[in-house]
């Protein structure tokens, strides 16, 4: 989804509202399926009587408010990129923040990258537990299928993955009014359940939050571990900011989330004080008999909508990784030609549905899930905390006594619930965690081995000047047409330059040396994307910028040229790409296991031709080896 309709004209704030519903709150609208339950599991051994509901409630309120309401939609909202929200936005702005201080700004860009390695942790864990916790519904309808369970849902979320690739243009419009419905319909089972037991309202005042702790303290600790299922989510409201808006995603919150969400905790409270057996699924139980199989094919709606927002979360960052040169290059293709926001990478898309089904099979409940899920998410959370911190008191310069006591709130909640996680570790929690550890090594030894290559490359380059030079001294036979040569550093010769020179000895009559970088920024403006410089001997240097949320397609780009002087039209034109083959050395660079880990990843990555939309018959490739 995004700011426009299919017909490429603005939306109503009212449909933007209706827009976030849909997509920015699935995921933590369909936390009441399994958080009471999994809370007064007898994994936590926490009784169920008058004092202990209301203190759970009570931390589940203000666990909201203080870290949803406040944190996320009151502050972190406020910290756009260039309009864009989410983790790599973040990181390249905090990375700003503190550019005069090349420590913090390192400590800082290695924490948004195990964050956002993070995430993609939650995009395996946030299908599974929420789909299966949904169709856990037909234990409660029908128990003498539940052993259904683990294949319905598995049918469901294949089935989800399967049909990413035709994008959700279509069935986006469904998100809204069908996420309307899920939190009227929470609300309304909340009421009925409060007005049975009105005296869970009391949970409101933080006062059982404190006695809770006070009468089990260790217990109280080891409980936020589940507490914290009742803010999964909350990152997708930062996320999704660059689709919607900030106002559209926190009336979204204040005036349909939040309280269907309270009212429906509250609710399954009070069924808890008249029924402790309720126990063992809260949110089905508190539904009338007559209601119980429609809320069943409605919460496993819900929870489809809720996993096809973190997957398309999940296709966002891993395009900024690629646009910012932390991931290899990935075929990426656009489901709709009006939305840029939606699209669709085949190679993730297969990796997240592999690990779910995975995980689905391996922890086969809800239950089981839940204790591999928090990790991840309070890790992401605290880095964000982190992130936001710098660029408030580096970027934003507020004052130090309001910023940091309010800071520090955050902070000490965020280790309280990553905390309470820890103790997950050995019981599923690592999963996440160690898939978070793998990116982030893939991550960090993509950008270093680039690195690497560059250095090695530039070793052996070229002055432009010079060679220009020499050109106009002996001139090589020049053929019509216009050559394209990409290259990473603008001021030397490109390898595929040299090659196509020494091996063909001809040169174009029209010699574009093609730069492109990368802002930090999510968009750059037209106005600002071209750099171009002209030189003797019909050689062009051209630098085109873009943003770490724009499409790099370069020959469209380059039609745009022929405003400024310079044609070049596509049947003459040849684009030149160097691609390199890296061999491993004992060479000063990465531990040798590192580097042949890069190796395998430049073998496997694609290649600029589909990454810059080139045209397949103008491109000639030549190759060249670099020893790091």
């Known amino acids: 989804m995004s700011a426009s309709s299919a017909a490429g004209k603005p939306q109503s704030h009212f449909a933007l509202v209706l827009a976030a519903a849909g997509v920015v709150y699935g995921d933590i609208g369909t936390s009441p399926l399994y958080s009471l339950k999994e809370i007064f599991s007898p994994h936590y051994g926490v009784s169920i009587d008058h004092n202990n509901v209301l203190g759970i409630l009570s931390l589940i309120f203000w666990s909201l408010t203080i870290v949803v309401t406040i944190k996320y939609v009151a502050l972190i909202l406020r910290a756009d990129n260039g309009g864009e929200g989410g983790i790599m936005a973040l990181t390249a702005l905090a990375q700003r923040a503190a550019r005069a201080r090349p420590r913090l700004r390192a400590t800082l860009v290695a924490l948004g990258l195990f964050g956002a390695a993070l995430f993609y942790g939650d995009s395996m864990l946030t299908p599974a537990v929420s789909v299966v916790s949904a169709v856990e519904g037909i234990e409660v309808a029908f128990p003498s299928i539940e052993h259904w369970v683990v294949p319905v849902s598995l049918i469901l979320l294949v089935g989800l993955f399967a049909i990413q690739r035709h994008g959700t243009a279509r069935i986006g419009y469904l998100f809204g009014p069908v996420m309307v419905i899920w939190f009227t319909t929470l609300g309304a089972l909340g009421i009925h359940g409060i007005v049975q037991r009105p005296e869970v309202l009391q949970a409101l005042n933080p006062y059982w939050s404190a006695l809770f702790f006070v009468e089990h303290p260790l217990l109280g600790v080891l409980v936020m571990g589940a507490v914290v299922l009742t803010i999964t989510g909350a990152e997708a409201l930062y996320a999704d900011m660059g689709h919607f808006g900030r106002r559209p995603i926190t009336h979204a919150w204040l005036f349909l989330a939040f309280p269907g969400l309270i009212l429906n905790y509250f609710g399954q409270g009070a069924l808890l004080l008249q029924d402790a057996t309720a126990a063992r699924n809260p949110f089905y139980l508190l539904a009338p008999d007559w209601g119980l199989v429609p809320l069943i094919g409605l919460s496993t709606l819900a929870t489809i909508i809720a996993s096809q927002a973190v997957i398309t979360g999940a296709y966002s960052i891993t395009q900024q990784a690629i646009q910012l040169g932390y991931v290899p290059r990935m075929q990426i293709t656009h489901t709709s030609d009006v939305e840029r926001g939606q699209i669709y990478i085949p190679v993730m898309n297969a990796l997240l549905m592999v690990g779910v089904v995975l995980l689905v099979v391996g922890f086969q409940s809800s239950s089981g899930l839940a204790e591999a899920y928090g990790v991840a998410v309070t890790g992401t959370m605290l880095v964000t905390t982190i992130l936001v911190a710098s660029v408030v008191l580096l970027h934003w310069k507020w004052r130090w006594y309001l910023a940091v006591p309010l800071l520090s709130l955050f902070l000490l909640l965020d280790l309280l619930f990553f905390a309470s996680n820890v103790?997950?570790?050995?019981?599923?929690?690592?999963?996440?965690?160690?898939?978070?550890?793998?990116?982030?090594?893939?991550?960090?030894?993509?950008?270093?081995?680039?690195?690497?290559?560059?250095?090695?490359?530039?070793?052996?380059?070229?002055?432009?000047?010079?060679?220009?030079?020499s050109i106009a001294l002996q001139p090589p036979i020049r053929v019509s047409g216009t050559a394209v040569f990409l290259n990473s550093r603008a001021d030397t010769v490109p390898h595929a330059l040299l090659h196509n020179l020494l091996h063909n000895q001809v040169l174009h009559e029209r010699v574009l040396l093609l730069t492109v970088q990368y802002a930090d920024r999510p968009r750059v403006p037209v106005e600002e994307r071209y750099e171009l410089e002209t030189f003797g001997q019909g050689f062009h240097r051209l630098t085109l910028r873009f943003g770490f949320k724009d499409e790099p397609n370069v020959p469209q780009s380059l039609a745009l040229l022929k405003e400024r002087g310079l044609e070049c039209a596509p049947m003459t034109t040849t684009y030149f790409l160097s691609r390199e083959t890296v061999i491993p050395s004992k060479r000063l660079g990465m531990a040798l296991w590192r580097e042949k880990l890069f190796a395998v990843l430049v073998k496997n990555s694609g290649g600029s031709l589909a990454f810059f939309h080139l045209p397949v018959n103008r491109v000639i490739e030549l190759g060249t080896q670099v020893e790091i």
Do not use: C, N, S, Y
């Open 423 to 469: 103790p997950k570790i050995a019981a599923g929690g690592a999963v996440p965690l160690i898939v978070g550890a793998v990116l982030f090594l893939l991550m960090t030894t993509w950008k270093r081995g680039r690195q690497l290559v560059l250095e090695r490359l530039d070793g052996h380059a070229l002055p432009l000047g010079h060679f220009i030079e």
